[in-house]
């Protein structure tokens, strides 16, 4: 079998493109939508400073590695969870990377500076750790950009994840969540820096492949907190169907994109406004991230920035 562009060998078919590359035209494939992602939602320029949210997955350090490959401005923001094995793998994973491309890497360790780790918060706060991890690392990563002067904070979201994440906010018909289901947030008056997903043009397989083929060093199993996550649930469903039908969530989730453009949806009418207790921005009297906190033992409440590793 010979790829389509060059005649090589083959490494890599993608079923929903009905595309088959060698290693080189999947590479240049993989990285030109990554380009066109950001040159068509206007993500970023040149002369933008990029915090890449990296957890030491496939799809941060293949984010970075793009990003840094094309030349841009950018630095990493790691959240340590403090969950045993998985965290001092991932953590370990990150800071080579980091070495190995001479950048820098800022990490928020949980256990330093709430004496607890995900686990122990997620139990003292009676709340799935999904949900709790979730809103420690946007706080975190929006706090730290805005503190630090980077103008966009970018994330490894992929394809699989955004269509995941639609499917789940259509089923509860969350029209607040779906105003937000964007490649790209923003930045507002209020305090939120501009959030980018350059990989929602790309599924996790490709994701995965690119990363293994330019030899990235990632953790690979599963964050073992997310077993319960209902969005694995949601991956799974949308599996099934792509399954016997290629191409189903990039339609399902570009369609959405663009029919949004076409017809938005009402605009949000959440006002938002200075939390008195941390200065972020909330709709809330106090935002969710000091909600969690308070519910805290006290010497659990203190809020630590990000060290330099």
Same mark, same amino acid.
């Given at each position: 079998?010979?790829?389509? +562009?060059?005649?090589? +060998?083959?490494? !890599? +078919?993608?079923?929903?493109?009905? &595309?088959?590359?060698?290693? &080189?035209?999947? !590479?240049?494939?993989?990285?030109?939508?990554?380009?066109?992602?950001?040159?068509?939602?206007?993500?970023?320029?040149?002369?933008?400073? *990029?915090?890449?949210?990296?957890?030491?997955?496939?799809?941060?350090?293949?984010?970075?590695?793009?990003?840094?490959?094309?030349?841009?401005?950018?630095?990493?923001?790691? *959240?340590?969870?403090?969950?045993?094995?998985?965290?001092?793998?991932?953590?370990?994973?990150?800071?080579?990377?980091?070495?190995?491309?001479?950048?820098?890497?800022?990490?928020?360790?949980?256990?330093?500076?709430?004496?607890?780790? *995900?686990?122990?918060?997620?139990?003292?706060?009676?709340?799935?750790?999904?949900?709790?991890?979730?809103? *420690?690392?946007?706080?975190?990563?929006?706090?730290?950009?805005?503190?630090?002067?980077?103008?966009?904070? &970018?994330?490894?979201?992929?394809?699989?994840?955004?269509?995941?994440?639609?499917?789940?906010?259509?089923?509860?018909?969350?029209?607040?969540?779906?105003?937000?289901?964007?490649?790209?947030?923003?930045?507002?008056?209020?305090?939120?820096?501009?959030?980018?997903?350059?990989?929602?043009?790309?599924?996790?397989?490709?994701?995965?492949?690119?990363?293994?083929?330019?030899?990235?060093?990632?953790?690979?199993?599963?964050?073992?907190?997310?077993?319960?996550s209902p969005m694995l649930v949601y991956k799974k469903a949308l599996n099934l169907i792509?399954?016997?039908?290629?191409?189903?969530?990039?339609?399902?989730?570009?369609?959405?994109?663009?029919?949004?453009?076409?017809?938005?949806?009402?605009?949000?009418?959440?006002?938002?406004?200075?939390?008195?207790?941390?200065?972020?921005?909330?709709?809330?009297?106090?935002?969710?991230?000091?909600?969690?906190?308070?519910?805290?033992?006290?010497?659990?409440?203190?809020?630590?920035?990000?060290?330099?590793?």
């Open positions: 079998m010979r790829c389509q +562009k060059c005649h090589q +060998k083959v490494v !890599i +078919k993608i079923s929903r493109a009905n &595309a088959k590359y060698c290693k &080189a035209c999947f !590479i240049g494939y993989f990285e030109h939508q990554v380009r066109r992602a950001i040159t068509k939602e206007r993500m970023f320029s040149p002369e933008d400073r *990029i915090l890449v949210a990296v957890s030491g997955g496939k799809d941060s350090l293949a984010l970075w590695q793009v990003l840094i490959q094309a030349g841009y401005q950018t630095a990493a923001l790691h *959240i340590d969870l403090g969950i045993e094995r998985y965290s001092e793998s991932s953590s370990e994973k990150v800071v080579q990377f980091a070495a190995r491309h001479g950048q820098k890497v800022y990490t928020h360790r949980l256990k330093e500076a709430h004496q607890l780790g *995900i686990v122990e918060l997620s139990g003292e706060l009676d709340r799935p750790p999904c949900s709790a991890c979730g809103v *420690i690392k946007r706080y975190q990563f929006n706090r730290f950009a805005m503190e630090n002067g980077y103008t966009v904070v &970018a994330t490894g979201h992929n394809l699989d994840d955004e269509a995941a994440r639609l499917l789940g906010n259509v089923l509860r018909w969350q029209n607040e969540y779906l105003l937000k289901q964007s490649p790209v947030l923003e930045k507002n008056e209020e305090g939120f820096v501009k959030k980018v997903k350059p990989l929602y043009r790309l599924s996790e397989y490709e994701v995965a492949a690119y990363s293994f083929l330019n030899g990235i060093d990632y953790v690979v199993e599963e964050c073992p907190m997310s077993e319960s792509e399954h016997q039908s290629p191409g189903t969530k990039q339609q399902f989730y570009l369609s959405f994109l663009d029919n949004q453009k076409k017809s938005p949806l009402p605009p949000s009418t959440m006002a938002l406004h200075s939390c008195p207790a941390c200065g972020q921005p909330t709709s809330s009297e106090v935002c969710g991230y000091c909600k969690i906190m308070s519910r805290l033992p006290g010497p659990a409440q203190k809020v630590g920035g990000p060290s330099l590793t």
